[in-house]
């Protein structure tokens, strides 16, 4: 019997097999909203670059990597072509003058948001053509999903 057979018969959902459709759900619109907002102006690996830097204020190279989790190589090779199109700026370390610290430019800032906007306008399109009961349960497992991630 499928999850939802399950659901409309009133049967128990089975916690892992729940997580399992989740996940995948999850990972399926992340890898869909990461395709339609790239295109010739960032890739998805600036992006998420961009969106740290703007979220999370001026990092190292190797924060970046680190949290990316790439290699310090493709991390630089990021970093370049952000610079080259002046979405990002570097500056010498405050405490370590051997490191850089890399932060967003308002250029940048435009770019990010434009891809947001983009994002935003993909999944905006999708869900409005939802049922509206449809879209009550997708905000509240919404809401579900960000309580969740906050713990």
Do not use: C
Not at 103 to 117: D, N, S, Y
Request: proline share 6%; aromatic share 2%; hydrophobic share 35%.
């Amino acid at each position: 019997m499928s999850q939802k057979a399950k659901q409309d018969s009133g049967d128990p959902i089975n916690p892992d097999t729940l997580a399992i459709d989740l996940r995948t759900a999850v990972m399926r619109t992340s890898r869909r909203l990461r395709v339609e907002a790239t295109g010739e102006t960032i890739t998805p690996g600036q992006y998420t670059v961009l969106a740290h830097l703007d979220g999370g204020g001026p990092s190292t190279p190797r924060e970046l990597a680190q949290r990316e989790h790439v290699q310090g190589p493709s991390m630089t090779r990021i970093i370049n072509a952000l610079a080259e199109q002046d979405f990002v700026s570097r500056t010498t370390h405050p405490e370590d003058g051997r490191q850089i610290k890399v932060a967003i430019t308002p250029a940048g800032k435009a770019v990010l948001e434009q891809a947001r906007g983009q994002r935003t306008a993909w999944l905006a399109q999708r869900v409005a053509g939802l049922s509206p009961e449809d879209r009550l349960i997708l905000s509240r497992a919404a809401h579900i999903m960000q309580e969740m991630s906050a713990q």
